[in-house]
């Protein structure tokens, strides 16, 4: 099973978004290049990471040990008696900080679907 990695841009650095659970899709493996959601991270609360109807809540922590993002790359050599491929690998950036989702989704209602669950007394 292929884990895809989420990164996201935080200033200037990258962070690693790691998530507690599943996240289910109706009807298939995969997010078919569709956003997971909206991430606001401005510094003045905890990042919030909005899905659907849903709100998650996350924390910034320090990795224990940097990663770095490689990107794979080759290279055709001409040598004696035919071609030599060359495989390199880049070092694009190094993460040292994670965003940890581990808060139980909270529900997200909008102005319109509020006074929805309310019961009031019909008029006599």
């Known amino acids: 099973m292929r884990i895809p990695i ?3 841009q935080y200033g200037e650095e990258r962070l ?6 599943a996240f289910n899709i109706g009807g298939g493996d995969a997010f078919g290049g569709l ?5 606001t991270c401005d510094g003045k609360g905890p990042p919030i990471l909005a899905v659907g109807h849903h709100e998650l809540q996350g924390k910034v ?17 001409e040598v004696e008696g035919g071609t030599s491929r060359a495989v390199s ?7 040292r900080k994670k965003i940890i989702f581990m808060i139980r989704p ?10 929805l669950g309310v019961l009031k007394k019909a008029p006599s």
Request: proline share 4%; net charge neutral; aromatic share 4%.
């Open 61 to 77: 922590v320090e990795l224990k040990r940097p990663v770095a993002i490689l990107v794979k790359g080759e290279k055709a050599e």
């Open 106 to 115: 909270k529900a997200l209602m909008d102005a319109a679907s509020k006074g």
């Open 6 to 8: 989420n990164l996201v």
């Open 16 to 21: 690693l978004l790691e998530f507690q659970g």
């Open 89 to 95: 690998y880049d070092v694009t950036a190094v993460i």
């Open 35 to 39: 956003p997971i959601g909206t991430l």
